[in-house]
């Protein structure tokens, strides 16, 4: 199953309380339930101005679909083809 990486920018996401964490992920969470268990919420990172999320999910047009019925932006979706790190040099 591919996995993808999105980009949403939302201004002062670095300001928002763990109050305004919890309800976008519990929307998050409650969206994905009513799509099935094709598309899962690996983790996010929040920004100051945007928060980058990896998903993994049989094609792009779920992740806009869950980003539309979510209510929160998918400004950039880009499928992983790889991960590299410290160990790949080696």
Known sequence: ??????????????????DELQQISQKSCSVLK???PQIQ????????????CVYIA????SIKT???QG???AN??????TVIGPVTAE
């Open 66 to 68: 869950h980003a539309e």
């Open 1 to 18: 199953m591919p996995k993808y990486i999105i980009e949403r920018e939302i201004p002062g996401a670095g300001n928002l309380s763990a």
């Open 41 to 52: 919420w690996l983790e996010s990172f929040v920004t100051v101005n945007k928060i980058y």
């Open 58 to 61: 049989p094609d792009e047009q």
């Open 34 to 36: 009513t799509m099935g």
């Open 71 to 73: 209510g929160f932006p």
């Open 76 to 81: 950039s979706i880009a499928e992983i083809k």
